[in-house]
Protein backbone atom coordinates (compact mmCIF):
# COMPACT_ATOMS: atom_id res chain seq x y z
CA UNK A 1 0.00 0.00 0.00
CA UNK A 2 1.16 3.26 -1.01
CA UNK A 3 1.62 5.87 2.28
CA UNK A 4 -1.12 8.86 2.07
CA UNK A 5 -0.20 11.91 0.82
CA UNK A 6 1.67 14.68 2.85
CA UNK A 7 -1.01 16.92 4.60
CA UNK A 8 0.00 20.11 3.06
CA UNK A 9 2.14 20.11 -0.17
CA UNK A 10 3.28 23.42 -1.80
CA UNK A 11 5.49 23.48 -5.29
CA UNK A 12 6.39 26.50 -6.22
CA UNK A 13 3.77 28.98 -5.55
CA UNK A 14 4.17 32.59 -6.39
CA UNK A 15 1.85 35.70 -4.80
CA UNK A 16 2.15 38.06 -7.24
CA UNK A 17 -0.01 41.76 -6.21
CA UNK A 18 -0.84 43.78 -9.16
CA UNK A 19 -0.16 47.45 -8.21
CA UNK A 20 -1.73 50.63 -9.99
CA UNK A 21 1.15 52.38 -12.55
CA UNK A 22 3.92 50.86 -10.17
CA UNK A 23 5.79 47.02 -10.83
CA UNK A 24 3.77 44.48 -9.64
CA UNK A 25 4.88 43.31 -6.42
CA UNK A 26 6.04 40.21 -5.76
CA UNK A 27 5.54 38.42 -2.31
CA UNK A 28 5.84 35.10 -2.81
CA UNK A 29 8.20 33.77 -4.69
CA UNK A 30 8.84 29.49 -5.65
CA UNK A 31 7.49 28.54 -2.88
CA UNK A 32 7.85 24.88 -1.38
CA UNK A 33 6.73 23.25 1.49
CA UNK A 34 6.05 19.67 2.63
CA UNK A 35 4.33 19.09 5.76
CA UNK A 36 4.09 15.38 7.28
CA UNK A 37 0.72 15.20 9.33
CA UNK A 38 0.95 16.11 13.03
CA UNK A 39 4.25 18.21 12.56
CA UNK A 40 4.40 21.69 13.51
CA UNK A 41 6.20 24.86 11.87
CA UNK A 42 6.86 28.46 12.88
CA UNK A 43 7.28 30.87 10.33
CA UNK A 44 9.08 34.14 11.09
CA UNK A 45 10.22 36.84 9.52
CA UNK A 46 9.42 40.97 8.92
CA UNK A 47 6.96 42.53 8.67
CA UNK A 48 5.40 42.61 5.56
CA UNK A 49 7.37 40.04 4.36
CA UNK A 50 4.76 37.74 3.24
CA UNK A 51 3.36 35.33 6.27
CA UNK A 52 -0.37 36.66 6.48
CA UNK A 53 -0.27 36.03 2.74
CA UNK A 54 1.37 32.78 2.56
CA UNK A 55 -0.68 31.39 5.59
CA UNK A 56 -3.76 32.80 3.53
CA UNK A 57 -2.97 30.95 0.43
CA UNK A 58 -2.13 27.53 2.88
CA UNK A 59 -5.85 27.91 4.51
CA UNK A 60 -7.54 28.48 0.78
CA UNK A 61 -8.50 32.03 1.79
CA UNK A 62 -6.39 33.12 -0.87
CA UNK A 63 -5.57 31.95 -3.85
CA UNK A 64 -1.78 31.49 -5.63
CA UNK A 65 -0.87 33.12 -8.47
CA UNK A 66 0.75 30.38 -9.48
CA UNK A 67 2.12 27.17 -8.43
CA UNK A 68 0.20 24.03 -6.66
CA UNK A 69 -1.05 23.72 -3.30
CA UNK A 70 -2.08 20.34 -2.44
CA UNK A 71 -4.02 19.57 0.80
CA UNK A 72 -4.32 16.11 1.57
CA UNK A 73 -3.40 15.48 -1.83
CA UNK A 74 -6.16 17.53 -3.35
CA UNK A 75 -5.01 20.07 -5.59
CA UNK A 76 -7.13 23.41 -4.50
CA UNK A 77 -6.89 25.14 -7.88
CA UNK A 78 -9.32 23.13 -9.29
CA UNK A 79 -12.00 23.31 -6.51
CA UNK A 80 -15.10 26.30 -6.33
CA UNK A 81 -15.30 28.30 -4.14
CA UNK A 82 -18.28 26.71 -2.81
CA UNK A 83 -15.86 23.33 -2.69
CA UNK A 84 -12.82 25.29 -0.96
CA UNK A 85 -15.57 26.56 1.82
CA UNK A 86 -16.48 23.05 2.35
CA UNK A 87 -12.78 22.04 2.80
CA UNK A 88 -11.79 24.73 5.11
CA UNK A 89 -14.85 24.04 7.48
CA UNK A 90 -14.06 20.45 7.30
CA UNK A 91 -9.93 20.35 7.33
CA UNK A 92 -8.76 23.59 8.37
CA UNK A 93 -8.97 26.04 11.81
CA UNK A 94 -7.54 29.46 12.14
CA UNK A 95 -6.76 31.50 15.07
CA UNK A 96 -5.63 35.05 14.17
CA UNK A 97 -4.11 37.87 16.48
CA UNK A 98 -7.63 39.25 16.99
CA UNK A 99 -9.89 36.74 18.73
CA UNK A 100 -12.93 37.54 16.29
CA UNK A 101 -15.43 36.21 18.89
CA UNK A 102 -18.87 37.19 18.80
CA UNK A 103 -19.38 39.66 21.55
CA UNK A 104 -22.86 39.05 22.36
CA UNK A 105 -22.47 34.83 23.04
CA UNK A 106 -20.57 32.99 25.70
CA UNK A 107 -17.34 31.00 25.46
CA UNK A 108 -19.04 28.15 24.77
CA UNK A 109 -21.50 28.83 21.98
CA UNK A 110 -18.79 30.71 20.32
CA UNK A 111 -16.72 27.70 19.99
CA UNK A 112 -19.67 26.02 18.46
CA UNK A 113 -20.50 28.55 15.62
CA UNK A 114 -17.86 26.66 13.04
CA UNK A 115 -20.66 23.63 13.75
CA UNK A 116 -23.87 25.42 13.31
CA UNK A 117 -22.55 26.53 9.93
CA UNK A 118 -22.88 22.66 8.86
CA UNK A 119 -25.67 21.23 11.55
CA UNK A 120 -27.21 21.34 14.88
CA UNK A 121 -24.63 20.65 17.13
CA UNK A 122 -25.30 17.20 18.71
CA UNK A 123 -24.69 16.23 22.39
CA UNK A 124 -21.44 14.88 21.41
CA UNK A 125 -20.17 18.25 20.01
CA UNK A 126 -21.41 20.10 22.89
CA UNK A 127 -19.25 17.36 25.10
CA UNK A 128 -16.71 18.08 23.40
CA UNK A 129 -16.58 21.91 23.41
CA UNK A 130 -16.87 21.12 26.92
CA UNK A 131 -13.90 19.06 27.26
CA UNK A 132 -11.42 21.51 25.37
CA UNK A 133 -12.76 24.26 26.91
CA UNK A 134 -12.04 22.50 30.37
CA UNK A 135 -8.33 21.52 28.82
CA UNK A 136 -7.35 24.66 28.07
CA UNK A 137 -8.52 25.71 31.19
CA UNK A 138 -11.66 27.69 31.06
CA UNK A 139 -14.39 25.14 32.59
CA UNK A 140 -15.27 28.31 34.68
CA UNK A 141 -15.48 30.37 32.12
CA UNK A 142 -18.19 28.43 29.88
CA UNK A 143 -20.99 30.97 30.52
CA UNK A 144 -18.95 34.51 29.98
CA UNK A 145 -19.08 37.12 27.35
CA UNK A 146 -15.57 37.85 25.65
CA UNK A 147 -16.15 41.14 27.01
CA UNK A 148 -16.04 39.21 30.85
CA UNK A 149 -12.38 37.23 29.82
CA UNK A 150 -8.83 38.46 29.68
CA UNK A 151 -6.83 38.38 26.35
CA UNK A 152 -5.20 34.75 27.08
CA UNK A 153 -8.67 33.83 27.90
CA UNK A 154 -10.25 35.04 24.74
CA UNK A 155 -7.64 33.47 22.71
CA UNK A 156 -7.58 29.81 24.20
CA UNK A 157 -11.44 30.31 23.88
CA UNK A 158 -10.47 30.70 19.80
CA UNK A 159 -8.16 28.14 20.27
CA UNK A 160 -11.11 25.84 21.11
CA UNK A 161 -13.68 27.35 18.20
CA UNK A 162 -10.50 26.54 15.72
CA UNK A 163 -10.19 22.88 16.79
CA UNK A 164 -13.61 21.96 16.97
CA UNK A 165 -14.24 20.42 14.15
CA UNK A 166 -11.23 18.29 14.51
CA UNK A 167 -9.08 19.91 11.71
CA UNK A 168 -6.35 18.11 9.97
CA UNK A 169 -4.40 21.90 10.15
CA UNK A 170 -4.58 24.36 12.71
CA UNK A 171 -3.23 27.85 10.94
CA UNK A 172 -2.29 30.65 13.52
CA UNK A 173 -1.50 33.75 12.22
CA UNK A 174 0.41 35.84 14.98
CA UNK A 175 -1.72 34.41 17.96
CA UNK A 176 0.45 36.04 20.90
CA UNK A 177 0.65 39.09 19.18
CA UNK A 178 -1.98 40.96 21.60
CA UNK A 179 -1.24 38.93 24.62
CA UNK A 180 1.12 40.40 27.45
CA UNK A 181 4.78 38.23 27.81
CA UNK A 182 3.14 35.73 30.67
CA UNK A 183 0.00 34.83 28.43
CA UNK A 184 2.32 34.60 25.22
CA UNK A 185 4.52 32.16 26.89
CA UNK A 186 0.94 29.78 28.49
CA UNK A 187 -0.46 30.32 24.85
CA UNK A 188 2.64 29.12 23.29
CA UNK A 189 2.96 26.16 25.42
CA UNK A 190 -0.59 24.90 25.12
CA UNK A 191 -0.26 25.37 21.39
CA UNK A 192 2.50 22.63 21.57
CA UNK A 193 0.35 20.77 23.52
CA UNK A 194 -2.65 20.59 21.58
CA UNK A 195 -0.92 19.84 18.58
CA UNK A 196 0.16 16.26 19.97
CA UNK A 197 -3.18 15.68 21.95
CA UNK A 198 -5.37 16.20 18.77
CA UNK A 199 -3.26 15.03 16.24
CA UNK A 200 -3.41 18.49 14.40
CA UNK A 201 -0.68 20.09 12.08
CA UNK A 202 0.10 23.15 13.16
CA UNK A 203 1.77 26.28 11.54
CA UNK A 204 2.19 29.62 13.70
CA UNK A 205 3.37 32.91 11.97
CA UNK A 206 4.84 34.37 14.67
CA UNK A 207 7.33 37.45 16.24
CA UNK A 208 7.92 35.63 19.47
CA UNK A 209 10.96 33.64 19.89
CA UNK A 210 9.81 31.56 22.85
CA UNK A 211 6.76 30.33 20.65
CA UNK A 212 8.65 29.46 17.77
CA UNK A 213 10.71 27.51 19.88
CA UNK A 214 7.73 25.15 20.68
CA UNK A 215 7.62 24.21 17.46
CA UNK A 216 9.48 21.31 15.74
CA UNK A 217 11.11 23.58 13.51
CA UNK A 218 11.03 27.20 11.96
CA UNK A 219 11.31 28.96 8.70
CA UNK A 220 12.00 32.04 7.20
CA UNK A 221 10.55 34.68 4.51
CA UNK A 222 12.86 36.39 2.97
CA UNK A 223 12.94 38.48 -0.18
CA UNK A 224 9.70 36.29 -0.62
CA UNK A 225 11.47 33.33 -0.40
CA UNK A 226 10.97 30.63 2.48
CA UNK A 227 14.47 29.53 3.53
CA UNK A 228 15.28 27.21 6.74
CA UNK A 229 16.89 28.21 9.49
CA UNK A 230 19.26 27.23 11.96
P1 LIG B 1 3.34 39.92 6.81
O1 LIG B 1 2.20 39.10 7.29
O2 LIG B 1 4.64 39.16 6.75
O3 LIG B 1 3.52 41.19 7.60
P2 LIG B 1 1.70 40.30 4.42
O4 LIG B 1 1.55 38.94 3.87
O5 LIG B 1 0.56 40.85 5.17
O6 LIG B 1 3.04 40.36 5.30
O7 LIG B 1 2.05 41.31 3.24
C1 LIG B 1 3.14 41.09 2.35
C2 LIG B 1 3.20 42.18 1.31
O8 LIG B 1 2.10 42.08 0.42
C3 LIG B 1 3.18 43.59 1.87
O9 LIG B 1 4.05 44.38 1.12
C4 LIG B 1 1.75 44.01 1.66
O10 LIG B 1 1.66 45.40 1.51
C5 LIG B 1 1.37 43.29 0.39
N1 LIG B 1 -0.06 42.96 0.31
C6 LIG B 1 -0.72 42.17 1.18
N2 LIG B 1 -2.01 42.03 0.81
C7 LIG B 1 -2.16 42.76 -0.32
C8 LIG B 1 -3.25 43.04 -1.21
N3 LIG B 1 -4.47 42.49 -1.00
N4 LIG B 1 -3.00 43.84 -2.27
C9 LIG B 1 -1.79 44.37 -2.51
N5 LIG B 1 -0.72 44.14 -1.72
C10 LIG B 1 -0.89 43.37 -0.65
MG1 LIG C 1 0.90 39.37 8.88
Redesign the pocket.
Known sequence: MSSPPPILDLKNVNKV?P?AGEAP?E?LRDIDLTLEAGSSTAIV??????????LQIIGTLDRATSGTVRIAGQDVAGLSDDQLAELRSRMIGFVFQMHHLLPHCTALENVLVPVLANSKPGKDTVERARKLLDRVGLSHRLNHLPGQMSGGERQRTAIVRALINQPKLLLADEPTGALDRASAEALAVLLAELNREEKVTLIV?THAPELAATMDRTLR?EDGRLLPTE
Do not use: A, D, E
Open positions: YSVVGPSGSGKSTLVI
